[in-house]
Structures are given as C-alpha cells and as structure tokens.
C-alpha cells in the first residue's frame, strides 16, 4: 500500500544561510475506482482509507445509501501490465439490486461541480437523488462547542504534524465529541473518507452531528455533507456563494470563519444556542 507522507531533499534557507536537508511531504497518488470491474473515475488523493473513500465517493454519487448495498471492496491484482498491484485501483462490487452509474458517460457525474456543472442544475441534482433530508434534523449545538472544534480537528491531524500539507474533515457530535477524523490532501476525499466509514460501519444518516473541515466550504463539500445526511458544516474559511444556496435550500446549518470565539452562520442559525441576537 502507498506511503502516505515521502521524503525529499529541499535546500533550507534562514536567516542569510542555507543547507540542505531532508524534508517530509504528503503523499499525493492517483486511485482510480471501479464499480463492478467497470472504470468511474480518477481521484489525487494520500493513500490511506482507500475503501472508506470510494464508498464514501459512491454516498456522494447517490449511488448507494447503507452497508447492505456495498457487497464487497477490494484492490485490483494484475493493476500492472506484469500483474501487480499498485494499491492504487479500487473495485467496488454492488450488492444485487443496486444500480450502477452509468461508465459510459465521461464525467456523468452531478458531483464534479468543479468540472462545469453549476446554478440550477446542481442544486435540483442534489434535491432529487439525496437520501435523507436534513431540514427536519433536531440538532442543536452551543456557540462554545463549536468554537473548540477547530483546536479539537488541528489536535488530531496527526500526519499533518510532521508534513504542513493535508487538510482535515472531523466528524463531531452535537456535544463536541470527534468521531472520526481523516486527512487527505484534497479536502473532498477527506470528507469520502469520513462519509465511507460511516458507510460501512452502517451509521448513515448521521444525524445531530456536525461535519468540521480545513480550509473553506464549497458547494461539493455542502452536497456531500448533504447526502451522508449530516445537518451542519463548519469551516474555517469562506464558503462559496453556491455553498450557501445549495445549503439553503437543503435546511443544512452553513458556518464559515470559525475561529477562535467568532464565526459567520450563513444559514441555518435556528440551530445555535446561547447566541443573544442584537
């Protein structure tokens, strides 16, 4: 299996002297995922909880909803022309009954908002093919739990530590809780791989949680924390202006700049306690 941090020779200048030393880097590799030996897509990501992202991948594509609709995950032997495995090809095998995406369409994918598809279109493609609605979720969260979570998220980004490079997605409990945290240099892998362990540990919905994540809210990471059925995003950053829409018109709770003691709530501030509103 793939290494997830490598190491390189980097010329290190300070303070008017230099020298060369060894520097430590994220990993970054191509996985290439198949549902039923058919190929779906191409993804740059850290090795590592390979399974928990392409079904996380698959939650986000619609394509399955439970642990029962997944009948197995496996690497692909023979991924070389000398029959070896690179770790780097992912077969997922559907369970009997669940349709499969259609392959033959390049980038047939709502998902790939970066790729082209925006506006209406995306917006109607998540309202149509989402499992769950999160409108009606109960969660509710105080004001000084969500400001810890952003330390409680650096705290446990254990490979980041040692190379600076890899964003962070932290699942949390409405009480602040971390109950899964995966890192990833692409931050919409990170969130698969969080969104595939509760896949496959049979936890989707995950209602009254609160999905934490470095750097700033897209609208693909909004979709996808839609369609695990997760009720509240945070970030750090900014979120984009179709994030917000699309979370809007999803019921989803949509905080960016969460840091240190303050935090901008762009939707969704019905589920906010101990805020006193001027």
């Not at 769950?132 to 979570?149: F, K, Q, Y």
């Not at 969104?195 to 496959?200: D, K, N, P, S, Y």
Request: hydrophobic share 40%.
């Amino acid at each position: 299996m793939g290494r997830v941090t490598a190491r390189r020779r980097v010329l290190r200048v300070r303070e008017g002297g230099a020298s060369y030393r060894p520097d430590t880097l994220a990993a970054e590799e191509p996985m290439e995922i198949r549902v039923g030996g058919r190929p779906l897509t191409v993804t740059m990501r850290t090795p590592g909880d390979d399974f928990d992202l392409a079904a996380g991948f698959l939650v986000s594509e619609g394509v399955v909803h439970a642990a029962g609709d997944v009948a197995g995950i496996r690497y692909c032997a023979g991924a070389t022309s000398d029959g070896g495995n690179t770790y780097n090809v992912v077969d997922v095998v559907l369970a009997p009954g669940v349709t499969a995406p259609d392959a033959s369409l390049e980038r047939n994918f709502y998902t790939t908002s970066s790729c082209g598809l925006c506006g209406k279109a995306s917006l109607d493609a998540v309202r149509t093919t989402a499992a769950w609605s999160v409108a009606e979720d109960p969660l509710r969260i105080g004001t000084e739990v969500l400001t810890a979570l952003p330390d409680r998220l650096r705290a446990a980004q254990r490979v980041f530590d040692s190379t600076g490079g890899l964003h962070a997605a932290g699942l949390f409990s409405s009480e602040g809780e971390l109950l899964c945290l995966r890192e990833d240099v692409g931050r919409h892998n990170a969130v698969d791989k969080v969104v595939g362990h509760a896949l496959r540990s049979g936890l989707l919905p995950l209602r009254e949680t609160v999905l934490m994540v470095s750097g700033r809210a897209s609208f693909e990471l909004v979709q996808k924390a839609v369609m695990a059925g997760i009720p509240m995003l945070a970030a750090v950053s900014a979120p984009s202006s179709l994030a917000v829409d699309l979370a809007a018109e999803s019921g989803l709770t949509l905080i960016g700049f969460l840091r240190g003691t303050s935090m901008n709530v762009y939707c969704g501030d019905e589920r906010l306690e101990t805020v006193p509103v001027a």
